[in-house]
């Protein structure tokens, strides 16, 4: 299963690298010059590995008898990244992203000293070619593709009889995919605004509530030099 995930993310990575290499070559002339710009961008991630650990905790809390539980998968996130466009319609970008944490609590309501609550972190570099459709001068539609390195830590904590299963600190890092979608706003000819949706693939492993995703709702300020 790794060995074709790693084949994946190697052929996508391959056919960014081309699109970026080789498309320039073909769009001479078409809009107006290469330039570059900086996207800073905040929004609310959804943390869906949250789900599985909030399942989990709950079920070992539950097992003793009635409980209570809150379970958070959503938080705030922010990020930054640095582009090229080579025209209108296509651009590459390298910038890095943090999703915030997600977080849940589940406690014995006959004994409340006995409880677990766990936090998940999420962050990464990213590299990604956006492909741009101008429907008028001022607005067009986008999407994107690219890689991720991520780094995500998983914290439990125990209280009363109960212990963290896996243990009360974990973290993983490796090489994930992402895709998104938008709507690009063009206000003047050095600064616009972007209104996307990313999916962050194959982010985590099993000691930090599993191979998931993260979704990434955003708005972000476009500052062109």
Not at 136 to 145: A, E, H, R
């Amino acid at each position: 299963m790794s060995s074709t995930k790693g084949t994946v993310v190697r052929a996508a990575l391959c056919c960014l690298l081309g699109l970026v290499v080789v498309y320039p070559a073909f769009a001479q002339g078409a809009g107006p010059r290469k330039q570059w710009y900086f996207d800073l961008n905040g929004g609310q991630s959804s943390l869906t590995q949250g789900h599985a650990i909030g399942n989990s905790i709950q079920a070992a809390v539950g097992q003793f008898g009635p409980y209570q539980s809150t379970n958070n998968v959503t938080a705030s996130g922010r990020g930054i990244s640095v582009g090229y466009s080579y025209n209108p319609y296509y651009a590459v970008e390298l910038g890095y992203v943090t999703f915030g944490s997600a977080s849940g609590t589940a406690y014995s309501t006959a004994t409340p000293a006995n409880a677990l609550s766990y936090q998940l972190k999420g962050k990464g570099m990213v590299l990604n070619l956006i492909g741009t459709y101008p429907i008028t001068s001022i607005v067009g539609v986008f999407g994107k593709l690219g890689a991720i390195r991520y780094h995500v830590r998983y914290d439990c904590h125990g209280g009363g009889a109960f212990t963290c299963v896996p243990p009360d600190s974990t973290s993983d890092g490796g090489l994930g995919s992402l895709w998104g979608v938008g709507v690009s706003l063009r206000i003047v000819h050095h600064f616009g605004l972007r209104l996307g949706w990313t999916q962050y693939r194959d982010i985590g492993n099993r000691e930090t509530g599993g191979n998931g995703y993260i979704n990434y709702t955003y708005l972000s300020a476009i500052i062109r030099f």
